[in-house]
């Protein structure tokens, strides 16, 4: 069993309310081989919401309490992501998912890179929240882009 960006299974999720569909993650999704996870929404955040950014560091950073995550109205919603990378890691645990499929550049599920906390479209590598707490547990996770 995988884990799956549920904005990559057609879920309008995302901060924009719409979604990121991927006819890979559907098929996985169809086939009973991923369960779709919003680990923005897990966390109490609504939707349609502000975009949010990691400031000053990556997801582990965010863990580790040296970065925050803002959105667009400086709001600080650190503790909404760090909840709700919590509610997908007990979700994937409790279904034994060893693998992750997240949604690329997200600063939850990014797994490569997120964007650098400007919200002028820069990206750096780094990881998302939630693709941070996944690895630091042992689960496997990878882009919709591999
Ligand atoms: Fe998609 Fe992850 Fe963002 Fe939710 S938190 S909208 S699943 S990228």
Redo the contacts with the bound molecule.
Sequence with gaps: MKII????AG?E???DRKS?RDEKGVGMLRAGEAIP?????LGGLPTPRPPAEIVGGDGFDVLDGRARVVDRDGNDVTEAFVN?AREALKIAQTAGAGRAI??EN?P??GSSFVYDGTFSGKKVSGV?V?AALFIRNGIEVQSEEK
């Design positions: 960006s549920a904005c990559l879920c999720c995302r901060y990121c996870v919003c680990p923005e929404q709700g997240l949604k997200s939850s599920c998302g939630t």
